[in-house]
């Protein structure tokens, strides 16, 4: 009785044993395979998405601070300091003062392409559906003359007119990938030249501070 009750472990383990090795089936490896694609596929378009936001925040934060450093150039060397967004060659340049009349060697020359932008993702304005008003600060979209927009900052630091009279300027750029998710604006108050930034809320259709 003993042995045979041995004999009927033995059987019932050496099943288990090879139950277990008999590892994961071809239909079961298949449909784990399919399921892992479709959520790959479902969540490509949000890695895509959240790529073109960091490069492009990385583009903002370039604006700011160009515009930060020819406006405390200008103050430092108490002389007029240009920043200058060259929308044909996706290049933001500072000239004047130290660093010489614009196409000098010294100016301070960076590309936006070096952000890992395409220089066709890059546009400036507001995407479509954007408003058109003057944001919160009364700044408003300074167009594009021969391509560019240049913002002078005199030695205190002020930004005016031919009249020396103050004024406001305000870059609008967006990604013509993601128009909306990407959108911002870059605001200078012509009487103290402070540099604001406001990025566009689908949410309440606005371009926040």
Do not use: C
């Not at 030695?155 to 609008?172: C, E, H, R, T, Y």
Request: hydrophobic fraction near 45%.
């Amino acid at each position: 009785m003993e042995n045979l009750i041995r004999i009927n472990k033995k059987k019932t383990l050496g099943s288990a044993n090879r139950h277990g090795q008999r590892g994961v089936s071809l239909p079961e490896l298949v449909i784990v395979f399919f399921v892992i694609a479709i959520i790959v596929v479902l969540a490509l378009p949000q890695i895509l998405s959240s790529r073109r936001l960091f490069r492009f925040s990385g583009m903002q934060r370039q604006v700011v601070a160009s515009l930060r450093e020819a406006r405390q150039e200008a103050m430092s060397q108490r002389a007029a300091v240009t920043f200058r967004y060259d929308d044909a060659n996706k290049q933001l340049v500072i000239y004047g003062g130290s660093f010489g009349a614009r196409g000098d060697a010294k100016n301070r020359t960076l590309s936006i392409a070096d952000e890992g932008l395409m220089p066709a993702e890059v546009v400036y304005g507001r995407p479509g559906g954007a408003p058109v008003a003057a944001l919160a600060d009364t700044s408003n979209l300074t167009a594009l003359t021969n391509q560019a927009v240049e913002i002078t900052f005199q030695a205190d630091g002020s930004v005016v007119d031919d009249s020396d009279v103050p004024v406001n300027k305000a870059l609008f750029f967006y990604n013509s990938k993601n128009p909306s998710g990407t959108a911002f604006a870059v605001s200078v108050l012509g009487a103290g030249g402070r540099v604001k930034i406001w990025r566009y809320s689908q949410g309440v259709n606005a371009y926040v501070e």
